[in-house]
C-alpha cells in the first residue's frame, strides 16, 4: 500500500485509470489492473483500508460462506462454509493490498469528477489526476437515511441508526423498534431479540432465499448455477436489480433466539407516516434503530 505517491500515478501523467474507492470492489479491479500492467490509482477516502468493516456494529457477520469472500488471486484465509465477521474482513483487505503492492492512495476523497480532452479530470483536496477511464466502486449506500417521521417522535424515544450502531448495550433498556427488513435489518433485530423485544418495521416481505439447500450452501447453487455471473443487461439481471434479497438464516434465527428468551421480533408495517410512528412507539417501543441508507 502506498500513501505517498506511487511513480505509476503522478499527477502530471496520463493514467489509463482511476479506481475511486479502496473497497473490495475497487481492490478486485485494481488487481486487474496491474496484471495488465497499466498506470493507475486507487483513491481511497478513509484514513485506513477496510474502515467501512470496522465501523459497522460489533455482531456482523457476513452471509456468503469464507470460500466465497476472496477477491481475485488471494483466498479468503477461514474455514470453507464459516462465516466472517468485518474485523476479518477489513485485515483481508488490508493484506491483499500489500501482498499485490496494489497503488492506493488513502485520505483522497475525491471531491469532482469531470470530463477533459485527454479523458477524465478528477481531484482530491491535494491532487489533480487526469486518466482515460475512471472506476467508480464506491458504493450505493453512503448517506445513512433517517425517515422524516422520526422527528416527530417523543423526546423520551431514543433513536440510533444502523451506521452507528455498536451493540445491545449501547441501547437504553427496554423493546426497540427496527426499521428496514433488510439483512442489516434482521441482523440487528436477531442480536437485540435475545435480551429484549424487537419489532422489525418493513414496507413490504422481501423475498427469502435459503441459507443451505440439499445440504450446501446458496452460494454454492448460484455458483454452479452460474447465477453469480448474470449481467445487469439480461432480463433476469434487471429483475433481481430491483429487489433486495433476504438470508432466510437470518429470520430463523431472529425466530429461534427470540422463542428461546421469551420474547418475540415481529413484523410490523413500516411507519412512514408521523401518526403510525407515534402509536406504534408509544404503545410498544423506547428506542428505534433505523437501517435505511441513500
Known sequence: MNEEMDQNASPDQLLDAVVVGGG????AI??????????FVVLEAGSELGHSWRDRWD???LFTPAQYDGLPGMPFPALADSYPTKDPVADYLQTYV????????LNARVTSLTRADDGFEIRTADDTFHA????VATGPFQVPFVPPAAQGLEPSASQVHSASYRNPEALPGGPVLV????NSGFQIAEELAATRQVDLSIGERAPMLPQRLAGRDLFWWLTRLRLLRV????RLGRRASRREFIIARLLDEATEVAGGRGVSARL???PWRKTAVRERVGQASDSEVSDRQQ
Do not use: E, M, N
Request: glycine share 12%; aromatic share 4%.
Open 59 to 61: 455482531s456482523l457477520k
Open 231 to 234: 449481467t445487469i443487461d439480461s
Open 30 to 39: 485494481a488487481w486487474h489492473l496491474k496484471r495488465q500492467g497499466l498506470r
Open 24 to 27: 473490495q470492489a475497487g481492490l
Open 268 to 270: 410490523v408495517p413500516r
Open 132 to 135: 482515460r477511464q475512471v472506476v
Open 98 to 105: 500489500t501482498a499485490f503492492d496494489l497503488p492506493v492512495r
Open 179 to 182: 426499521v428496514g427488513g433488510g
